[in-house]
């Protein structure tokens, strides 16, 4: 090194030493960290707030009409009708999860997270940790709530014990599993407006799509889209058989796929964010 | 202790930063220089382990940041003060970086309390004020009480107050033992604040040493020196003898004499073997703000839009007045030109480190001294003198 070495310049005798004890920093500091940011944001109670409103507000509507209807729902449960508020609930679990990551993006924020944690890999963990649970948990306990209602209201079969599972703890993991894939595809794009478009198309656009494929030559294109777009996936949860067709997912089979289709595009969110610029 | 070596980083086909070594020592303020768009961020994010480095590698304590153990321990920062989510209260802003370092809560508080923004803990940072915000990113690097110190323009949008509290914290802190990097575009802060400068244009090293040596180094002295204007004979005798002595010597417009090279005690020794008379002769020192102007001239990406068209007009011919600088229109004695032009590689006698220590080259040492020397404002020149 050429730089001049004037006695001023000379290292102290003594690098400072920090008296507050120091220790390893672990993966439950940054839950506790992601737990403090989820919370102490507004976006996150008014994405929260809305959905919990659509849940109730939907599925007790669809309640209401479906118990003063004539019609005997003959062997069909009360439960299918939490699909109505599923629908608009995931769409506020997926700005919820492109915002929980993107928005460090956007405000630079994540620069500094980075900084206190140097560890990528240990963020996006806790950030996905935290959020899957805060989302399972709430809608977990709205959709029982809703199901119960609608099951009192409604006079129809008697749901079975599996039946309840899928529409209440299912209907939780699956919508957190949206949420997850929502979180990866914004650590990839690092965009809230962007994430979100890509996001909500992918949820809408197969099945408006698939509408529209009248050419018989699309004909099984289109039968595919029916059958694996993401409402329709969150049909089959509530139902034993395959709603549309004889195959497709039905039962826990479209919790899988959704599950699948997060941990692999999460997969590649850890690769890029831990390779990229930030 | 913060060591780089050989660091490049290219985004694309621009080179934003192209082989910078230099070391930054612990106990002193190490000031961090170059003009807009030099590349001080992208090497303070280098340094970060936010971005990989395309080439050259840069340690904190022998270890890159992302492989320090206890990292939050032992560096923090302030990169950018809007880095933080303007929802988020200033307390839990830090609060969720306490934890995520694993620094106890209390410590949150203190650092609050360290930055004067304790009274407006509670509030959302969107509402902050520019100094606020400079204020919160200065106590989320001062968090983890770490050992290395790294602030990126600290006391842009600061009151003079701020001002003057952020320059006694630098110096607070490298006494205490702290390695303090703190990059800057603004020489007069460095001046007060560093001990030691590392200076950078374009991407490239153009100074490491301390403020001392840079200020000796890149400052023109100069005499003025006014004979009777009533003899212009003597005037003319006088810059012979000077000459002749070794002495560089130039019109200034008012015709007065302006001479380097030579100690004001020996022109005026000259002067009386010739039996000039002199009615001035006073030592003129330029401000180190026009020192790093003109060591960074040929370095600035950014300039106006009045220098570009000056820049795209027919070259002058000699004697003409100097690129557009038409309001002074008499100064042409003193060469302008030099300023605009960046000096070819290998020729600008500051484009590298001093290869001996405490051997600063004497000012304007090499011939043609003034070609870089003139300032943009050449009116201010002797009043700037520090």
Known sequence: MTAPAHPQHAPAPHAYVSPIPVRRAHLGDALASEWTKIRSVRSTMWTLGVMILLMVVIGLGVAAIAASSEVSMDEETALGFGFFGMLPASICVITLGVLTIASEYGTGMIRTTLTACPSRARVLTAKAIVFFLLVFTVTTVVATLVALAQVALVDAAEPSADEWLRATVGTGAYLAALGLLSLAIGTIIRHSAGAITVMIGLLLLPLVAALFMFSVALKSVQEWLFTYAIPSQMIALYSAQPPFGEDGPAGWEPLLIMGGTAAVVLAGAYALLNSRDV | ?386
């Open chain 2, 1 to 386: 202790m913060i060591e780089a070596v050989g660091l490049t980083k290219r985004y694309g086909a621009k080179t934003a930063v192209y082989d910078l070594s230099f070391r930054v020592r612990p106990g002193v303020v190490t000031g961090f220089l170059g003009p807009n768009g030099s590349g001080k961020s992208t090497t303070m994010r280098m340094i970060l382990g936010l971005d990989q480095p395309s080439a050259g590698h840069v340690t904190i304590g022998g270890h890159p940041f992302r492989q320090l153990p206890n990292a939050p321990r032992q560096v923090g920062a302030l990169l950018d003060a809007k880095a933080v989510h303007g929802g988020r209260s200033a307390r839990s802003h830090l609060l969720s970086l306490a934890q995520l370092a694993g620094i106890p809560a209390q410590r949150v508080d203190e650092v609050l309390g360290v930055v004067g923004l304790q009274d407006v803990a509670k509030r959302r940072s969107k509402g902050f004020s520019l100094g606020m915000g400079q204020r919160l990113g200065i106590a989320a690097a001062l968090l983890g009480d770490p050992q290395v110190l790294l602030f990126d323009e600290p006391v842009n949008g600061l009151d003079p107050e701020g001002i003057l509290w952020v320059r006694n914290l630098m110096k607070k802190l490298a006494a205490e033992g702290r390695t303090v990097f703190v990059s800057s575009h603004l020489m007069s802060e460095m001046a007060l604040t560093a001990d030691h400068l590392i200076v950078i244009g374009r991407g490239q090293l153009l100074a490491d040493m301390s403020v001392k040596d840079f200020i000796s180094a890149n400052s023109a002295d100069f005499a003025r020196v006014r004979t009777p204007g009533t003899e212009p004979a003597q005037r003319e005798k006088l810059t012979t003898v000077l000459t002749e002595a070794g002495g560089q010597v130039l019109s200034e417009p008012d015709g007065a004499l302006r001479v380097t090279g030579l100690p004001l005690p020996r022109i005026s020794d000259l002067a009386h073997d010739a039996d000039v008379r002199l009615w001035e002769l006073s030592p003129h020192q330029a401000s180190l703000e026009e020192a790093y102007m003109r060591l960074t001239q040929g370095a600035v990406d950014y300039r106006s839009t009045d220098d570009r068209l000056a820049h795209l007009q027919p070259p002058l011919q000699p004697g003409q007045p100097g690129y557009g600088v038409p309001q002074q229109p008499s100064v042409q004695d003193v060469p302008q030109q030099g300023w605009y032009a960046p000096p070819p590689p290998g020729q600008n006698p500051y484009a590298t480190a001093p290869q001996a220590p405490g051997h600063a080259p004497a000012p304007a040492p090499a011939p043609g001294p003034y070609a870089p020397q003139a300032a943009p404002r050449p009116s201010d020149t002797p009043k700037d003198a520090r």
